[in-house]
Every structure is written in C-alpha cells, then in structure tokens.
C-alpha cells in the first residue's frame, strides 16, 4: 500500500491546517492510521491514530489542538490542527498499520513521503 501525505504548506501563527493521508487499495480502510511529525534534529513525534472503525486516540500533548477523522468512501484520513505555533513547524508523516491502540512508529508498517508544515508569520 502507498500513502500520500498532502495539505503541508507555509501558514501564520494562530491559524489552523488540514493534513490528508490518501492511499490506494482495500487494505488502508481496514487498518489503523497514525499522523507523526518530525522537526529539524528531532526525533518523530506521535500525534494521533484512528482505528479501521473510527475510534480515535490523541497524543496528550496535543489533545484539543488535533483532530483525527477518516472518509472510507474516499480511501483519506484527515489531521487537522489549530491555533498553529512556530514550534508545530515540521514534517508531517502518515502510516497504516495493524495495531491498535498505538504511538509506536515501528508498529506502523506503511509510511507516506510526510508533508512539510511551516508556521511562520
């Protein structure tokens, strides 16, 4: 399966951003989805997953900043991030797999290319 993570782009502090992860056969509506994120000299960060029927789970660092949800009619899962801080500013990653519930990257066996977020004004 190949993820494409799309949406990443340069945005104003305060503002917010949908990030979407789309991929092409059956298998992605079946598994979990995770978002990830990795700045500069960091390691990857967890940001949230959503399991194949729809239960989300958060990071508690972000819980109230981020949103999870998922279109299975058009095979995509969503992130969606508000009031956006200079520090949000990263590489935005998707990716599938089997366990649920997870943070743990190295149980996400299927990862998109990330999408680049800058928060600068």
């Known amino acids: 399966v190949q993820l494409q993570a799309s949406g990443g782009g340069l945005v104003q502090p305060g503002e917010s951003v949908r990030l979407s992860c789309s991929a092409t056969?059956?298998?992605?509506?079946?598994?979990?989805v995770g978002w990830f994120r990795q700045a500069q000299g960091n390691e990857r960060e967890f940001l949230a997953a959503?399991?194949?029927?729809?239960?989300?789970y958060y990071s508690e660092s972000l819980k109230g900043r981020i949103t999870i949800s998922r279109d299975k009619s058009v095979n995509t899962v969503y992130l969606e991030m508000s009031n956006l801080k200079p520090e949000d500013t990263a590489v935005y990653y998707c990716?599938?797999?089997?366990?649920?519930?997870?943070?743990?990257?190295?149980?996400?066996?299927?990862w998109g290319q990330g999408t680049q977020v800058t928060v600068s004004s």
């Open positions: 056969g059956r298998y992605f509506n079946t598994a979990a």
């Open positions: 990716a599938a797999g089997n366990t649920w519930p997870t943070s743990a990257a190295s149980l996400y066996g299927h």
């Open positions: 959503i399991s194949w029927n729809f239960e989300p």
